[in-house]
Each structure stands twice: as structure tokens, then as C-alpha cells.
């Protein structure tokens, strides 16, 4: 199983960024898919979740600011970072998890660093 994610970077405060993850070796359209982020220190964080049905959810320091979509047919999941802020910057885990046949499987990425100047 792989998540490799893509599209990190330094951007400018109110600037975009478009972050991917690609994965491989799992059944992707039956994942939930996860983006996280952390700083030094800090606590993993969830920033936006989709389920397998398109359902999403997002942290209520994101919200109206960032997208999460998915592409089934191209095992791919973005997140669209609108208006960013210099809080936003830490390294962002793409994250896969299922039940699948009464077992639990939960897979991350490497991560991606998003710096973001004020």
C-alpha cells in the first residue's frame, strides 16, 4: 500500500495551494481519506475528511477555505487550500482507513510540507 502526496510548498499568506495523494494497493473507492497535519510538538490534527459516499467534514479552522474532493477513477484525493494563513504551515499526511472484512486498515502517506509566509 502506498499514499504519495504531492503539491506542498512555501506560498505567500492569502495565497493557494493545491494538494494531491495518490494511492496505490488498496481498494480506494471504500477508504474514507483523510488529510492531517502537525507541527513540531504538536498533535496530529484532522484538517478535512471524505468518506467513500462524498461526505465531508472539515476542521473549524478551514472551513470555507479548504476543498477536499476525490477522484475514484483516479485513486486520488486533493485538498484545495484557499486564503491560506500563516497557521496553516506544518507538514500535511494524506490518510486512508476502511473496515474491510471486519478489520480495521489505516494507512498514511509520507507527508507533505506547506509553509506558508506572512
Known amino acids: 500500500v502506498q499514499l504519495v502526496e504531492s503539491g506542498g510548498g512555501l506560498v505567500q499568506a492569502g495565497g493557494s495551494l493545491r494538494l494531491s495523494c495518490a494511492a496505490s494497493g488498496i481498494l480506494f473507492s471504500r477508504y474514507a481519506m483523510g488529510w492531517y497535519r502537525q507541527n513540531p510538538g504538536k498533535e496530529r490534527e484532522l484538517v478535512a475528511l471524505i468518506t467513500s459516499d462524498g461526505n465531508t467534514n472539515y476542521a473549524d479552522s478551514v472551513k470555507g477555505r479548504f476543498t477536499v474532493s476525490r477522484d475514484n477513477a483516479a485513486n486520488t484525493v486533493y485538498l484545495q487550500m484557499n486564503s491560506l494563513k500563516p497557521e496553516d504551515t506544518a507538514v500535511y499526511y494524506c490518510?486512508?482507513?476502511?473496515?474491510?472484512?471486519?478489520?480495521?486498515?489505516?494507512?498514511w502517506g509520507q507527508g507533505t510540507q506547506v509553509t506558508v509566509s506572512s
Open positions: 490518510n486512508a482507513d476502511a473496515v474491510r472484512f471486519g478489520v480495521r486498515r489505516n494507512f
